[in-house]
């Protein structure tokens, strides 16, 4: 009976109705936990539970210490009632403390508690798993929301010394597991920067806690902390500065750079190494403010590297290091901005990334030869873009660049499509899924998925694009402000391929916008051909005409032809626009259209499975045995080997081994 009402199987679906009673579980829930009650007390539990588990667990904590159940309908005062009223005021300190964590575990308790014993009600609570439950998974204790916000409440009514003191030492219980954003959080509710300022928070801390608004934060010490701390400490103003600059927070990155030229311009002419090191991270700081201009901002790097080995033999940089992950999975939507000067740029990145590279103790190492690679790939020269891929992984598995990697595979991958290579795809696929794991950081995850992306987009699926990337708003609160634009490339895209006309038609402001402030040429190119295929779609064949124009006054100065390629099937109707004498481009179409129609054949196969198949599918690709694939999924053997039967003469395979070249959607 336990199980079947409190722990249901991973596979069943919980509905709202899971957690209401009725009359008979209100009585065999009470006979579990030894309490015998009457009809009438059955229909007082009912009324003022409304049959609702949390507030019948609460009647029933009341009822083993109080021996009756009390007439509440709200559940605040049975809370009251149950819990709260049981408590010493050493106790309910504690516990009010406990609550500003979303999580504690038994040593935070006991810095929250200043290291006495737990309180025999605040231990009892622990043991009961009632409104404080462990979660073994993450070897720790959780409020039941119910009692948090109404400990949360009770804390607000506290005096402000005793919240201060809760605050710092929740802050310090923080630190203790190493949340260095929530022991922020809490210094600020106590206005002490100074601790803010010398946490140990680094840029790839920054980068994989960006989604908790860290930024926000930021903003918050811009604004409160007086001058003279903020100079104190220019490195971590730097660190600031540059997330305003990723996240598109122009008023809050004038305002640190303005602080930190002030502060070097006052202290001009000193010299060691505090000097030179606030020197070298503004001078890495401002060379973004050239973005993407290579040769400007290899001058920058070049200044730094000079007030840099001032401070040390190998000059590094502390803010912009090899812990940061790489930022994008396209440098070509990053670095290409001027038509017909791509070759150009390639070089000019072999010059500059280098010394870049050496400063950021290895950031960004391989992202040249994934320059090259993107151009080669663009132009259909697969095998120069393969060589350069690997080039780049090479340099990037040195240094630890998760994100440089990603971006090889998605070129590998695409090298694949062009070949129709079904196995080297499958393979390349993988590898995106293992260096996403392998990485460990939240910031590579998500350009992981926007490899995984882009490929679905471009073999026209879009069944496993992530939420995140399938609206603006999603976008923005993900992806750093440079990025932004080619996710859009992927988000219209998608839109296109689900018959979105009109929103795709509303997102050419933003794009066009984007693209010429950052001065970006590839989204402008997918913009123009997506259009052209919505035109093409209404029959305006005059609108889609200008369209492809537009796309080939673009495209053709520096043979970027692998757009028009990822979407030749829906481009073909627009072909005869295209001129017969470009003969590359229609010779990239065709050989990407072939592989990639090849690639889908081998995978439309999968589709035919139901989902008990497609998992039994999935466990015998991993070459898992009929009796390991029963015991994950608790079915029989003979079902098992039923269901193999099954699959093998859908697919129209004979063996496990064929399974492998099959990738299920």
């Known amino acids: 009976m336990r199980e079947r009402?409190?722990?249901?199987?991973?596979?069943?679906?919980?509905?709202?109705?899971?957690?209401?009673?009725?009359?008979?579980?209100?009585?065999?829930?009470?006979?579990?936990?030894?309490?015998?009650?009457?009809?009438?007390?059955i229909e007082l539990l009912q009324k003022t539970s409304?049959?609702?588990?949390?507030?019948?667990?609460?009647?029933?904590?009341?009822?083993?210490?109080?021996?009756?159940?009390?007439?509440?309908?709200?559940?605040?005062?049975?809370?009251?009632t149950a819990i709260w009223n049981r408590l010493s005021t050493e106790e309910r300190d504690l516990i009010m403390a406990l609550s500003l964590l979303e999580s504690f575990n038994s040593r935070q308790a006991a810095i929250m508690s200043d290291g006495?014993?737990?309180?025999?009600?605040?231990?009892?609570?622990?043991?009961?798993?009632?409104?404080?439950?462990?979660?073994?998974?993450?070897?720790?204790?959780?409020?039941?929301?119910i009692l948090r916000d109404y400990l949360l409440e009770r804390f607000s009514m506290q005096s402000a010394e005793f919240q201060k003191a809760v605050y710092r030492k929740a802050a310090l219980a923080s630190l203790d597991t190493g949340d260095l954003l929530q022991a922020a959080r809490f210094f600020m509710k106590v206005e002490d920067y100074q601790a803010i300022l010398t946490l140990p928070i680094s840029t790839q801390y920054v980068y994989n806690n960006q989604e908790r608004d860290i930024t926000g934060l930021f903003e918050r010490l811009m604004d409160r902390c007086p001058r003279e701390?903020?100079?104190a400490h220019p490195v971590f103003l730097v660190l600031m500065a540059y997330n305003f600059f990723r996240r598109g927070?122009?008023?809050?990155?004038?305002h640190a750079t303005e602080v930190l030229s002030s502060l070097l311009e006052k202290n001009k002419g000193q010299h060691g190494p505090g000097w030179e090191k606030a020197c070298g991270e503004y001078a890495m700081l401002m060379s973004f403010t050239e973005y993407n201009d290579i040769a400007r901002m290899g001058e920058f790097h070049r200044r730094a590297l000079d007030h840099l080995r001032a401070v040390s033999d190998i000059p590094r940089s502390e803010v912009f290091r090899g812990t940061m992950p790489f930022g994008t999975v396209s440098v070509l939507c990053l670095y290409w901005n001027r038509l017909g000067d791509l070759s150009h740029l390639t070089d000019l990145m072999d010059t500059y990334l280098p010394v870049y590279s050496e400063l950021a103790s290895g950031h960004g190492a391989g992202a040249e030869h994934i320059f090259r690679a993107e151009a080669s790939l663009a132009s259909g020269d697969d095998k120069a873009a393969e060589l350069m891929a690997y080039r780049a992984t090479y340099r990037a598995r040195r240094e630890g660049q998760y994100g440089v990697i990603l971006s090889a595979d998605l070129i590998l991958a695409e090298v694949a499509i062009l070949r129709g290579d079904v196995e080297a795809y499958e393979i390349t696929r993988e590898s995106i899924?293992?260096?996403?794991?392998?990485?460990?950081?939240?910031?590579?995850?998500?350009?992981?998925?926007?490899?995984?992306?882009?490929?679905d987009l471009g073999l026209g699926q879009t069944a496993d694009i992530p939420l995140w990337l399938r609206d603006i708003a999603g976008i923005q609160r993900v992806?750093?402000?440079?990025?932004?634009?080619?996710?859009?490339?992927?988000?219209?895209?998608?839109?296109?391929?689900?018959?979105?006309h009109e929103e795709l038609r509303r997102c050419e402001d933003l794009i066009m916008q984007q693209a010429r402030a950052m001065n970006y040429i590839l989204p402008r190119l997918y913009h123009t051909l997506y259009l052209a295929i919505a035109e093409a779609r209404k029959r305006d064949m005059s609108g889609a005409a200008a369209h492809i124009k537009e796309a080939l006054r673009l495209a053709l100065p520096d043979r970027i032809y692998l757009p028009f390629a990822?979407?030749?099937?829906?481009?073909?109707?627009?072909?005869p626009l295209i001129p017969q004498q470009l003969t590359e481009l229609r010779a990239v179409c065709s050989r990407r259209e072939r592989g990639a129609a090849r690639l889908r054949e081998k995978q439309r196969g999968a589709s035919l499975l139901t989902p008990r198949e497609r998992e039994v599918f999935l466990l015998a690709r991993d070459r898992l045995s009929a009796k390991e694939i029963s015991a994950r999924l608790c079915i029989s053997i003979h079902t098992v080997n039923t269901i193999l039967k099954n699959i093998y003469r859908k697919l129209e395979v004979c063996s496990k081994a064929d399974l492998k070249s099959i990738r299920a959607f």
């Not at 009647?59 to 605040?76: A, C, K, M, P, T």
């Not at 910031?443 to 882009?454: H, I, K, N, P």
């Open 479 to 500: 992806v750093y402000t440079h990025s932004i634009p080619y996710a859009l490339i992927l988000y219209e895209h998608y839109l296109l391929l689900e018959g979105r």
């Open 50 to 80: 409304g049959g609702w588990v949390a507030a019948i667990r609460l009647q029933l904590q009341n009822y083993r210490h109080s021996g009756g159940f009390v007439d509440f309908s709200d559940i605040r005062p049975l809370v009251e």
């Open 5 to 41: 009402l409190f722990m249901p199987k991973p596979y069943l679906g919980i509905t709202s109705r899971d957690l209401f009673f009725d009359n008979q579980c209100i009585v065999e829930y009470c006979s579990l936990t030894g309490i015998n009650i009457s009809k009438k007390q």
């Open 229 to 231: 701390i903020l100079q």
């Open 566 to 575: 990822r979407l030749a099937p829906d481009l073909r109707p627009l072909f």
């Open 433 to 455: 899924v293992h260096n996403m794991k392998e990485s460990g950081q939240r910031s590579v995850l998500r350009l992981g998925e926007l490899c995984q992306a882009t490929l």
């Open 249 to 254: 927070a122009h008023i809050y990155f004038r």
């Open 116 to 145: 006495m014993a737990l309180p025999d009600t605040v231990a009892e609570l622990l043991s009961l798993d009632f409104f404080i439950r462990y979660a073994a998974d993450r070897q720790a204790y959780i409020i039941h929301s």
